[in-house]
């Protein structure tokens, strides 16, 4: 049984910063892109940043140059380094940990954690 587990959520005014972590239990860590998504109130859930198992990297356009996402293979772990920080980053943050084949047509495997409140409030 896999489970992702989130830590590193919180409060934090803006212009601050946060690290979200993620551990992954299972097999699946080192051959699946891991990611985080967020959910704000009243809005659909969005990719914020994913990661692949060589290390390749995908942002959104509203977090580029202030999130970093970086994985920890030998310690199944993904993190997610959050830099000036802004209201509007407020919002539910998930991990996922995904893996396609067929060229994308077929899901391997599609994992999700609990989820972390992030605030970011003066």
């Known amino acids: 049984q896999v489970q992702l587990v989130e830590s590193g959520g919180g409060l934090v005014q803006p212009g601050g910063s946060l690290r979200l972590s993620c551990a992954s239990s299972g097999n699946i860590f080192s051959i699946g892109t891991m990611g985080w998504y967020r959910q704000a109130p009243g809005k659909q859930r969005e990719l914020v940043a994913r990661?692949?198992?060589?290390?390749?990297?995908t942002s959104a356009d509203s977090v580029k140059g202030r999130f970093t996402i970086s994985r920890d293979n030998s310690k199944n772990t993904v993190h997610l380094q959050m830099n000036n920080l802004k209201p509007e980053d407020t919002a539910v943050y998930y991990c996922n940990a995904q893996k396609r084949s067929n060229y994308g047509r077929t899901l391997d495997f599609d994992y999700w954690g609990q989820g972390t409140q992030v605030t970011v409030s003066s």
């Open positions: 990661i692949t198992p060589v290390g390749w990297t």
